[in-house]
T-cell receptor, first 111, second 118 residues
C-alpha cells in the first residue's frame, strides 16, 4: 500500500463550483499534514497545513480524520486560477521531517 | 533572489555518464531535501540533511546516487553511470527547524533540475 493515496482525477469543474479532494495515508503515527499546489511545469508550493481540528483559509478548507487516516481539501467558489495539481503530503513513516507526497489530484476549472 | 536555487536547470546526458546537480537553499534554512519527480507522479523522497548530516535516505535510492552537504550550506546530488530510468526532474527543497519535535516545516522548493538520459 502506498503511504499517501489520492484520486488522480482529473476533476473538471465550472467556475464557481465547490470541489473536494480526498487523501488517505498509511502511517498512523504521522503528525504533519499538508496540501501543496503544483502548477504545470512549476515547483510545488505550500497551499495550507492541515490541523487536527480542521482549518480554513479563505475559500479553502482542510480536514483531518486521524481515526480513518483521511485528509480532505474543499475548494469553494472555484476560480480559473485554481487549476493546478493538488498534492497531499504527510510526514513519512519513522521520520518526523521527511515528507511523503501523493501523486496529486489534477483540477481544471473551466469558464 | 533569496529562494532555493538549483543548477543546472536542464541536463542532457548519454547513458553511462555521471551528472551532478547543485542546490543552494534559503540561507537560514538548516534542512535540505532532495526529491525526484516524473510526469504524472508526485515528488518522490530521495534524501534529506539537517545541517551537514544526512539523516535519511530512501531505501529505493540506488547506490549510484550520492548526496553531500559538506558545510551545511549548499548540497550536491551526483548520479553515477546514468540510466534512462534516471530521467526526471530533481527537486531540491529547504526548510527551517520547527520547535515541535516530529513536526515538519514548510518545504520551499527550487525550480528543479531536469535530467534527460539518452
Amino acid at each position: 500500500r502506498k503511504e499517501v493515496e489520492q484520486d488522480p482525477g482529473p476533476f473538471n469543474v465550472p467556475e464557481g463550483a465547490t470541489v473536494a479532494f480526498n487523501c488517505t495515508y498509511s502511517n498512523s503515527a504521522s503528525q504533519s499534514f499538508f496540501w501543496y499546489r503544483q502548477d504545470c511545469r512549476k515547483e510545488p508550493k505550500l497551499l495550507m497545513s492541515v490541523y487536527s481540528s480542521g482549518n480554513e483559509d479563505g475559500r479553502f478548507t482542510a480536514q483531518l480524520n486521524r481515526a480513518s487516516q483521511y485528509i480532505s481539501l474543499l475548494i469553494r467558489d472555484s476560480k480559473l486560477s485554481d487549476s493546478a495539481t493538488y498534492l497531499c503530503v504527510v510526514n513519512m513513516r519513522n521520520s518526523g521531517y521527511a515528507l511523503n507526497f501523493g501523486k496529486g489530484t489534477s483540477l481544471l476549472v473551466t469558464p | 533572489d533569496t529562494g532555493v536555487s538549483q543548477d543546472p536547470r536542464h541536463k542532457i546526458t548519454k547513458r553511462g555518464q555521471n551528472v551532478t546537480f547543485r542546490c543552494d537553499p534559503i540561507s537560514e534554512h538548516n534542512r535540505l531535501y532532495w526529491y525526484r519527480q516524473t510526469l504524472g507522479q508526485g515528488p518522490e523522497f530521495l534524501t534529506y540533511f539537517q545541517n551537514e548530516a544526512q539523516l535519511e535516505k530512501s531505501r529505493l535510492l540506488s547506490d549510484r546516487f550520492s548526496a553531500e552537504r559538506p558545510k551545511g550550506s549548499f548540497s550536491t546530488l551526483e548520479i553515477q553511470r546514468t540510466e534512462q530510468g534516471d530521467s526526471a526532474m530533481y527537486l531540491c527543497a529547504s526548510s527551517l527547524v520547527r520547535g515541535l519535535a516530529g513536526k515538519a516545516g514548510e518545504l520551499f522548493f527550487g525550480e528543479g533540475s531536469r535530467l534527460t538520459v539518452l
